[in-house]
């Protein structure tokens, strides 16, 4: 079973849901290394996201959905996250081109796309102490679990775990790019709040697909 428009839309849904819960922790994350500002930004972001789905038009495809949030989030979004995600969601957007369901491989194939995405407009690497420390490792497990013939939900599943963990390898970093990397040493034995936010999207859309594709 594959991952429809319907699927896209709930995940991202579930995404502005996991965001608000969130969005205290990830001031306080961003407060200690950055401009606590990032679970707030999110939550503007993925909360304008929200309306336009129930103000406009239904999305025709996946494609279509993920680049509604693109642009909402490029628009609303402050800081860095708003071109980052943004660039993410509209890379895997191409990606998924005009498929009208999203199978194991297409959803793998979206991920590498955002992660080249993210690169690309960061110009980060794993070890700098940013959200590529988290996906690097989700892309590769996604790949993986696609390969080994999982479902849509497995492949999900097997990413947010990565991502969990790439997001805890960043605490004992030093941050060599962004905000963080201002404070030298100081920014070592802290979480990075954009590895934390992409770990906490990838397991709203792990869970999202769970419910229908087990």
Known sequence: MGCSVEGVVAALRSAAEVVTAHRDELVELDRVIGDADHGENLKRGFTALVSKLDLSEPPATP??????????????VGGAAGPLYGTALLRAATSVGDAAELDAAGVAAAL???????????????????????????????????????????????????????A???????????????????SANHLDPGSRSTALLLRSFAESAGGGDR
């Open 63 to 76: 494609s279509a959905a993920l680049k509604l949030a693109a642009t909402t989030l490029i628009s609303t």
């Open 168 to 186: 805890a390898s960043t605490v004992p970093l030093v941050a060599r790019k962004g905000r963080a990397s201002y404070l030298g040493e100081r």
């Open 112 to 166: 590498r796309a955002a992660l080249d995405g993210v690169v690309a407009r960061g110009k980060a690497e794993p070890g700098d102490k940013t959200m590529v420390d988290a996906l690097t490792p989700a892309v590769a497990a996604a790949e993986a679990a696609a390969a080994s013939g999982s479902t849509v939900a497995e492949v999900l599943s097997a990413a947010a775990d990565a991502a969990d963990e790439g």
